[in-house]
């Protein structure tokens, strides 16, 4: 069984940031709408370049990489804890391409 990347970077589209193949959607704007409370239906009217089986794929594979580094096997993935202006705690998940 072969696989199709949802996923990619390249240095010609948008600084080699990872965006969703086909389109020039960052991965991490898909991240940051979900993070504040948003839909993915509300990120796929907004972005309608992705196709919803992207989003779940790259889902998928975050979760794949989320609870294997939970056993320490994992890369690619930081978790970051910050202190909003309110005070207020927040974890943040950012995709980081890998080397």
């Known amino acids: 069984m072969t696989t199709t990347p949802v996923v990619h970077s390249d240095p010609e589209i948008m600084g080699g ?6 389109t020039r959607v960052p ?9 504040d409370g948003h839909s993915l239906s509300e990120f796929l009217e ?3 370049t992705v196709k919803r089986e ?6 998928e594979h975050a979760k794949q ?9 994992a890369g690619g993935v930081g978790w970051s804890h910050e202190r909003e ?3 207020r705690r927040s974890a943040r998940l950012r995709l980081v391409p890998h080397r």
């Not at 991965?27 to 993070?35: G, H, K, R, T």
């Not at 990489?65 to 096997?73: K, T």
């Open 46 to 48: 907004d972005f309608p």
């Open 65 to 73: 990489i989320l609870v294997s580094s939970a056993y320490g096997a």
């Open 17 to 22: 940031t990872p965006v969703f193949v086909g």
């Open 54 to 59: 992207q989003t779940i794929a790259a889902l």
């Open 27 to 35: 991965v991490q704007a898909l991240i940051d709408y979900l993070e």
């Open 85 to 87: 202006a309110s005070g």
